[in-house]
């Protein structure tokens, strides 16, 4: 078992911050990560099998609502490389100056943050509504192989440019 990590034990330079309790990519991101050598914090709030391989550190948070995507923002630099389906981390994490990117590929930008945003309150809403009447709204449809393909391309692609900036940043 790798050791658990402790506050702040990820470091700084590039990394990859992931917000691991319903991450589907996490074998890519372990895959890309051993590529490039950049270490992942795989942030949680329980416990699940991780790769034993120094580059990977298991955070386990508490069970406090929020608890790993405020670990995860307060580790947030231009350095640091996202990977969640949470809206509202992505925001925080785009705030901080962090890249983001979703598990389908997906890059969230300052410019398409807003919208995200709105779409998940019109979501919250609408489940909110229904159910009274027996209808049901989904949540977004399960990964298919072509969206692992756009994510892994996508997360090199991103460590690759994050890489070269920080290799460009004077010391």
Same mark, same amino acid.
């Given at each position: 078992?790798?050791?658990?990590?402790?506050?702040?034990?990820?470091?700084?330079?590039?990394?990859? %911050?992931?917000?691991?309790?319903?991450?589907?990519?996490?074998?890519?991101?372990?895959?890309?990560?051993?590529?490039?050598?950049?270490?992942?914090?795989?942030?949680?709030?329980?416990?699940?099998?991780?790769?034993?391989?120094?580059?990977?550190?298991?955070?386990?948070?508490?069970?406090?609502?929020?608890?790993?995507?405020?670990?995860?923002?307060?580790?947030?630099?231009?350095?640091?490389? /996202?990977?969640?389906?949470?809206?509202? %981390?992505?925001? @925080?994490?785009?705030?901080? $100056?962090?890249?983001? /990117?979703?598990?389908? $590929?997906?890059?969230?930008?300052?410019?398409?943050?807003?919208?995200? /945003?709105?779409?998940?309150?019109?979501?919250?809403?609408?489940?909110?509504?229904?159910?009274?009447?027996?209808?049901? /709204?989904? $949540?977004?449809?399960?990964?298919?192989?072509?969206? @692992?393909?756009?994510? %892994?391309?996508?997360?090199?692609?991103?460590?690759? @440019?994050?890489?070269?900036?920080? @290799?460009?940043?004077?010391?």
């Amino acid at each position: 078992m790798p050791p658990m990590a402790t506050i702040g034990d990820i470091g700084t330079g590039l990394r990859i %911050l992931v917000d691991a309790d319903a991450c589907p990519v996490k074998e890519e991101i372990y895959k890309v990560a051993f590529r490039h050598a950049v270490p992942v914090a795989i942030v949680s709030n329980s416990h699940f099998r991780v790769p034993a391989h120094p580059l990977v550190r298991q955070v386990v948070v508490d069970d406090g609502f929020d608890a790993a995507d405020d670990w995860i923002a307060a580790r947030v630099d231009s350095d640091a490389l /996202i990977v969640t389906t949470d809206i509202l %981390l992505a925001d @925080r994490g785009l705030k901080a $100056g962090g890249t983001v /990117i979703a598990p389908n $590929g997906k890059p969230f930008t300052t410019a398409s943050i807003g919208s995200a /945003i709105a779409t998940r309150a019109i979501m919250a809403n609408l489940r909110a509504g229904i159910g009274q009447g027996g209808e049901q /709204i989904g $949540g977004p449809p399960p990964l298919c192989k072509s969206d @692992r393909s756009q994510f %892994l391309q996508v997360l090199d692609r991103e460590i690759v @440019r994050l890489g070269r900036q920080v @290799r460009s940043t004077p010391s």
